[in-house]
């Protein structure tokens, strides 16, 4: 053990007071102020030790038989569809007079929205920007964010993430939500298949996903407050947040501006229809008691219709 002791090379400082990784030329400068008690200097571990590996956290394996599953309910849910719910954007605004979707909303790969684009100007909401609410018989409309025609917001954030939710619309449909199932972060998910569950007392719905990518945060206040999808579904009540892997050709097939506001209005006059349908005392939608829908003869048939859900009654 003494020989050992004796044959080990000492460090020994080449300038006086200086850290010996500054000799060594590892760092740039740094002064001793343990007296060359290399044991006890945190950063001389540190650097012996090298850098510290984190294990990377496991993220549930895709299941791509039950994506397609998924993916593939929602094409049953579009061709079951009405008329009334497959009006084409350029229907919404006023530029033809009739058209109607045939491929589940897909703008983007639609030849006659290419056209469409190559000759009409952009237009937005007069007066409604990032933030601004507008009523609409009653219920909230929110500017700057895309719409899914299943009743789902997207607003597009920093560095090109984008944040999902339900709207005033979809989730005055479903009443009070008692319970939320949203994906975990770092799950990858697909336009059109479903990625979260919301829960009433009655039942519940899977809702399909507008944008494709990896999750990169849920809200958590959600687990605890499932509530806040009633109260603030454009602030609080956020469902999840993804970094996309297609945005500009998947929100070339979302709802914004002019068109959304549109459509808005007229999926409000189509639940009025619905409705009234099954009680013709009912005349506005906001006067219809929390969750009513799940009590009508249809509820199933009408929620998938409404809000492109599958739709699960309670146990």
Same mark, same amino acid.
């Given at each position: 053990?003494?020989?050992?002791?004796?044959?080990?090379?000492?460090?020994?400082?080449?300038?006086?007071?200086?850290?010996?990784?500054?000799?060594?030329?590892?760092?740039?400068? $740094?002064?001793?102020?343990?007296? %060359?008690?290399?044991?006890?200097?945190?950063?001389?571990?540190?650097? =012996?030790?090298?850098?510290?590996?984190?294990?990377?956290?496991?993220?549930?394996?895709?299941?791509?038989?039950?994506?397609?599953?998924?993916?593939?309910?929602?094409?049953? !849910?579009?061709?079951?569809?009405?008329?009334?719910?497959?009006?084409?954007?350029?229907?919404?605004?006023?530029?033809?007079?009739?058209?109607?979707?045939?491929?589940?909303?897909?703008?983007?790969?639609?030849?006659?929205?290419?056209?469409?684009?190559?000759?009409?100007?952009?237009?937005?909401?007069?007066?409604?920007?990032?933030?601004?609410?507008?009523? =609409?018989?009653?219920?909230?409309?929110?500017?700057?964010?895309? %719409?899914?025609?299943?009743? !789902?917001?997207?607003?597009?954030?920093?560095?090109?993430?984008?944040?999902?939710?339900?709207?005033?619309?979809?989730?005055?449909?479903?009443?009070?939500?008692?319970?939320?199932?949203?994906?975990?972060?770092?799950?990858? =998910?697909?336009?059109?298949?479903?990625?979260?569950?919301?829960?009433?007392?009655?039942?519940? =719905?899977?809702?399909?996903?507008?944008?494709?990518?990896?999750?990169?945060? $849920?809200?958590?206040?959600?687990?605890?407050?499932?509530?806040?999808?009633?109260?603030?579904?454009?602030?609080?009540?956020?469902? %999840?947040?993804? $970094?996309?892997?297609?945005?500009?050709?998947?929100?070339?097939?979302?709802? %914004?501006?002019?068109?959304?506001?549109?459509?808005?209005?007229?999926?409000?006059?189509?639940?009025?229809?619905?409705?009234?349908?099954?009680?013709?005392?009912?005349?506005?939608?906001?006067?219809?008691?929390?969750?009513?829908?799940?009590?009508?003869?249809?509820?199933?048939?009408?929620?998938?219709?409404?809000?492109?859900?599958?739709?699960?009654?309670?146990?």
């Amino acid at each position: 053990m003494s020989e050992k002791k004796t044959n080990e090379k000492k460090l020994e400082p080449m300038s006086s007071g200086q850290c010996i990784w500054v000799d060594a030329g590892v760092i740039s400068y $740094r002064l001793c102020t343990l007296n %060359y008690d290399c044991e006890h200097c945190s950063l001389h571990q540190a650097l =012996i030790d090298g850098p510290v590996q984190v294990p990377t956290p496991s993220v549930p394996a895709l299941n791509y038989k039950e994506t397609e599953e998924r993916r593939a309910e929602f094409d049953r !849910l579009f061709h079951k569809l009405p008329a009334a719910a497959r009006k084409c954007r350029y229907m919404l605004t006023g530029d033809v007079s009739y058209k109607l979707c045939v491929d589940q909303f897909k703008c983007a790969s639609c030849s006659f929205g290419q056209m469409m684009e190559d000759t009409l100007a952009d237009e937005d909401v007069p007066g409604l920007g990032e933030g601004d609410v507008l009523t =609409i018989a009653g219920l909230r409309f929110a500017g700057g964010v895309h %719409y899914h025609r299943g009743h !789902l917001w997207v607003r597009v954030e920093r560095a090109g993430n984008v944040c999902v939710g339900l709207d005033d619309y979809g989730q005055q449909l479903l009443g009070r939500i008692v319970n939320v199932h949203l994906p975990v972060a770092g799950r990858p =998910i697909f336009e059109g298949a479903s990625a979260c569950d919301l829960r009433t007392e009655q039942g519940g =719905i899977e809702i399909p996903t507008p944008i494709s990518g990896q999750v990169i945060a $849920r809200n958590t206040r959600l687990l605890e407050q499932p509530g806040l999808v009633n109260e603030s579904p454009y602030t609080g009540g956020w469902l %999840y947040r993804v $970094r996309p892997s297609n945005l500009q050709f998947e929100l070339a097939s979302l709802l %914004y501006g002019m068109e959304a506001k549109r459509w808005f209005e007229l999926e409000i006059e189509r639940a009025k229809e619905r409705l009234q349908q099954t009680d013709r005392n009912q005349a506005n939608l906001t006067t219809i008691e929390k969750g009513a829908i799940w009590r009508t003869n249809h509820d199933s048939e009408m929620v998938s219709e409404l809000l492109l859900a599958t739709s699960k009654k309670a146990a």
